[in-house]
């Protein structure tokens, strides 16, 4: 496959930080995903400050996400965020815990995948401002595959779903 020439599949991946250098993280994990000869970014969203889902006793998160462009099929992208994950630092102790850095692939082309491993669309980010605010800063007009709406009309819509602020530009 060398080089980035051929990459067909779009996909879009939310990336998370709360431990550490939080935005330093986020753009190391941006990086490392760039590195990759099967990926190539097409787009990052700013950066937010936005409040913990589901365990709140932790620090507040930053949050980002990049559209990239991709070869990859998506349990091998997967594999690729689990593994720059780890690289990072990551560790799984508690269930929407504190973690260094979290990448989820929430979009990929229009398909809907329901793999015991992977869900595609990603299954709570209709729920989740943080994630509808940093997709729709680089993909607003993109039509969830599954509920037929736009990202964009989605964040209009969405209940709270969390405190979400905006702290770097980054286009």
């Not at 980035?4 to 996909?11: N, S, T």
């Not at 620090?59 to 990072?88: G, R, Y």
Request: some cysteine; proline content about 4%; overall charge positive.
């Amino acid at each position: 496959m060398g080089g980035k020439g051929g990459l067909e599949k779009i996909a879009c991946i939310g990336i998370g930080s709360n431990i550490g250098d939080k935005i330093g993280n986020c753009k190391k994990a941006i990086e490392l995903l760039g590195k990759n000869t099967s990926i190539a970014i097409k787009k990052t969203s700013s950066f937010y400050e936005t409040e913990p889902v589901g365990y709140k006793d932790q620090d507040w998160f930053v949050n980002c996400a990049v559209e990239i462009e991709t070869d990859l099929k998506p349990l091998s992208l997967l594999s690729l965020c689990q593994a720059i994950e780890s690289e990072m630092g990551r560790t799984r102790e508690i269930k929407y815990g504190p973690r260094i850095i979290d990448l989820d692939i929430l979009l990929y082309n229009n398909d809907i995948i329901n793999d015991k491993d992977l869900r595609i669309p990603h299954p709570e980010m209709h729920k989740r401002r943080f994630v509808l605010q940093t997709l729709s800063d680089i993909a607003p007009d993109t039509i969830h595959p599954a509920l037929k709406i736009t990202i964009a009309r989605l964040l209009r819509d969405v209940n709270n779903g969390g405190a979400v602020k905006k702290i770097v530009s980054h286009a």
